[in-house]
């Protein structure tokens, strides 16, 4: 009998446990989008900027600057959906976020960036993250910054997103998640969470 109560009382503590793991665990946000698209833009002003503080306890989130542009010859050149002032902007922001090693900081760069009132160049939200700016240009007039664009081209086509910004929740993508995502990121991550941040 006693055995019999003990086995309840830890398969009752390994369920607790188990559900306690669950809404812990920090959940992983793939965003891929490209440096002057407005939804965008529109995605990181209105999502994810009022939202971080409350989320971050609970998200790892990573940022891939690349959307519907395309690498020729190798790497060579890059045309981009919005023209070349984009494509300067996608490799800005490799390589500003290859510098950045903490989310925080990589947070706080693209949000200043991806803002409508932002230098569309994307030089002052660098100075401002405090990124060694001769670092920097040597990154983006360089091959680091052709390898950095063309990663991140290799990764956006695994997902060959047909909408530009695109979240990816834990490795895979659902178009239901990501169209609520779009409107409601703190939503979805309350769902993905089972509500485990005060914000939900």
């Not at 030089?123 to 405090?130: D, H, L, Q, T």
């Amino acid at each position: 009998m006693m055995q019999r109560v003990l086995v309840l009382f830890l398969a009752v503590a390994f369920g607790q446990f188990a559900v306690l793991k669950s809404q812990t665990s920090r959940i992983r946000v793939a965003v891929y989008y490209e440096h002057l698209c407005p939804d965008s833009i529109r995605w990181f002003s209105n999502q994810l900027s009022p939202n971080y503080a409350a989320l971050e306890p609970i998200l790892d989130i990573e940022f891939i600057p690349f959307g519907k542009a395309r690498s020729i010859n190798g790497g060579e050149s890059f045309e981009c959906q919005h023209g070349p002032l984009e494509c300067e902007g996608n490799r800005i922001q490799s390589c500003v976020l290859n510098q950045l090693n903490s989310q925080d900081a990589q947070v706080s760069y693209t949000t200043c960036q991806m803002h409508f009132l932002a230098d569309p160049r994307g030089w002052e939200c660098a100075f401002r993250s405090g990124v060694d700016l001769t670092v920097l240009q040597n990154c983006v007039d360089g091959s680091l910054g052709t390898q950095l664009q063309l990663e991140a081209e290799r990764r956006t086509q695994l997902i060959a997103p047909a909408f530009v910004p695109t979240m990816v929740f834990n490795g895979q993508f659902n178009q239901n998640l990501q169209d609520r995502a779009f409107n409601n990121f703190l939503e979805v991550m309350c769902d993905l969470s089972n509500n485990a941040v005060s914000a939900c």
